[in-house]
Nanobody
Framework: QVQLVESGGGLVQPGGSLRLSCAAS????????LGWYRQAPGNQRELVAA???????NYVDSVKGRFTISRDIAKKMVYLQMNSLRSDDTAVYYC?????????WGQGTQVTVSS
């Protein structure tokens, strides 16, 4: 059974940084897609960052230059480094994975950017 568990959220001041981690219960080597989504109150869930099996990364325009997605296949981990955080980054962040036409989600971790 595939499980994704996020950690690393919290309260941070504007301009600060956080690193989110996602631990997978199985190897991520053959995942067709890996990424991070977020959902703010009253908003739809949106894709923030994704990484392909070949290592290509994609970002929503609002986080380009500030966020970095990475993975460690040996450790079965996916990361989201978030720098220069802004109040509009406040949301619940979800780790996402797709394997064999099945979608998997973590339980989410809250990120709050506030002074």
């Amino acid at each position: 059974q595939v499980q994704l568990v996020e950690s690393g959220g919290g309260l941070v001041q504007p301009g600060g940084s956080l690193r989110l981690s996602c631990a997978a219960s199985v190897s991520i080597f053959n995942f067709n897609a890996l990424g991070w989504y977020r959902q703010a109150p009253g908003n739809q869930r949106e894709l923030v960052a994704a990484i392909t099996p070949g290592g290509t990364t994609n970002y929503v325009d609002s986080v380009k230059g500030r966020f970095t997605i990475s993975r460690d296949i040996a450790k079965k981990m996916v990361y989201l480094q978030m720098n220069s955080l802004r109040s509009d980054d406040t949301a619940v962040y979800y780790c996402y994975g797709r394997r064999n036409r099945e979608d998997y989600w973590g339980q989410g971790t809250q990120v709050t950017v506030s002074s």
